[in-house]
């Protein structure tokens, strides 16, 4: 089973726009991480956030994590054609060992030029 | 470093068949996890091998199972393969002495059962 749940499914922007993408899971974490997909292929890992931060930025990207609604969400500032992907949240529970990754759904994201 | 790789890229198998999957972990990891990502879905956890041993599994049959070798590359076997198993599989590497490290994943092989 899927503990993370993405929102929106599906996202179009225009290039320059700011895209926000929300991650939903269901138990404790030692930390989330997120993911992104081109067409299918491999998953390239973009951050890490741990369970006892709040927010991380990488570049373009602003992550928050909110443990007490159990919710994280991605935002990717000035959106580029290139960013078009599925993006993917993965939870790393905190019982029955934190090596297994649980992934939701995904958000496909659009990005036209 | 070549990262993560899987071989092969693509495969067509016909319903009962078995079907080996390969996948080399990156440089300096020593812990390889299966993925089945069923199209438009998630990544679904399959199972899990470090030291040449099966650590956790998903909720998979026992159609699926693995092996880990000594210099820590992987193979995933399923058996009797039936339509369903059609897929991405994915491979993904992580050093099994750091907690909260990110995972690496390979391009993954496309399984079609017809």
């Known amino acids: 089973s899927q503990q993370g749940e993405e929102d929106p499914q599906a996202l179009s922007i225009q290039e320059g726009e700011n895209a926000t993408m929300n991650c939903s899971y269901k138990t404790s974490i030692n930390n989330l991480q997120w993911y992104r997909q081109n067409s299918g292929r491999g998953l390239v890992h973009l951050i890490l956030?741990?369970?006892?931060?709040r927010e991380k930025h990488s570049g373009r990207l602003r992550v928050t994590l909110d443990t007490s609604k159990k919710s994280s969400s991605l935002l990717i500032t000035a959106s580029r054609a290139a960013d078009t992907a599925s993006y993917f949240c993965?939870?790393?529970?905190?019982?029955?060992?934190?090596?297994?990754?649980?992934f939701g759904k995904g958000t496909k994201l659009t990005v036209n030029p | 470093d070549a990262g993560v790789t899987q071989s092969p890229t693509h495969l067509i198998k016909t319903r009962g068949q078995q079907v080996t999957l390969r996948c080399s972990p990156k440089s300096g990891h020593d812990t390889v996890s299966w993925y089945q990502q069923a199209l438009g879905q998630g990544p679904q956890f399959i199972f899990q091998y470090y030291e040449e041993e099966e650590r956790q599994r998903g909720n998979f049959p026992d159609r699926f199972s693995g092996h880990q070798f000594p210099n820590y590359s992987s193979e995933l076997n399923v058996n009797a393969l039936l339509l369903g198993d059609s897929a991405l599989y994915l491979c993904?590497?992580?050093?099994?002495?750091?907690?909260?490290?990110?995972?690496?994943f390979g391009q993954g092989t496309r399984l079609t059962v017809v």
């Open positions: 993965a939870t790393a529970p905190s019982q029955g060992g934190s090596e297994k990754l649980v």
């Open positions: 993904a590497s992580s050093p099994w002495a750091e907690l909260n490290t990110e995972a690496f």
């Open positions: 956030i741990r369970s006892n931060e």
